[in-house]
């Protein structure tokens, strides 16, 4: 790879980072892992081809450029974690993964996915709040849209500009301590 090359893909990489909290190279290896998946699997349910993930994952491309694609992303971020926390077995794994494959992106969650997001006592857990929070902001707009919007509202709406950073910019251990903090 010349140098060119390096600085094109050093770019999207960034890019993505802005986007997505992180570069897709790291997210999809962690989805691939958790999920026990392989790259045309994941490249499968997110309905998109072989090639493009690979070109996603390498930084040669930026930007998903289907909506529906990066919500896809997102139900299945939040599946791994349900999977990681032991809420949801290998087998319903494989079921929501076709769920999601099959999803147009529209709804936010689906119906299992939903019931997925309480805890056996009914109530919401924090995680799955802030998760939802971060999954709406994020299909509005662009992470570096997001705290470019923060930074226009941060003089006169302090509190509202770092709501937008923490939840449409941050990781989502960040979020939740920011939701601690302020629930009461």
């Known amino acids: 790879m010349d140098a060119a090359q390096q600085e094109a893909t050093a770019r999207a ?10 570069p897709l190279g790291e997210l999809f290896r962690r989805l691939i892992d958790d999920l026990g998946l392989n790259q045309a699997r994941l490249a499968g349910v997110l309905g998109l081809s072989a090639p493009m993930l690979s070109q996603l994952m390498s930084g040669q491309r930026a930007k998903i450029g289907n909506p529906a694609v990066v919500q896809r992303v997102r139900l299945l971020q939040d599946l791994a974690a349900q999977v ?4 949801v077995s290998a087998a319903e794994a494989a079921e929501r993964m076709e769920e999601i494959k099959k999803s147009q992106g529209g709804s936010m969650l689906s119906a299992t996915a939903q ?18 929070i971060q999954s709406l902001l994020r299909s509005l707009a662009a992470a570096g849209d997001i705290i470019e919007a923060a930074d226009r509202i941060g003089e006169s709406h302090p509190e509202l500009a770092e709501f937008l950073r923490v939840y449409g910019a941050g990781r989502t251990a960040d979020a939740v301590a920011h939701y601690q903090v302020h629930q009461n």
């Open 115 to 132: 019931q997925a997001a309480v805890s056996p006592a009914g109530a919401p857990t924090v995680k799955r709040v802030v998760r939802e």
């Open 13 to 22: 990489r960034e890019l993505q980072r802005n986007w997505y909290g992180e």
């Open 84 to 87: 990681a926390d032991g809420s």
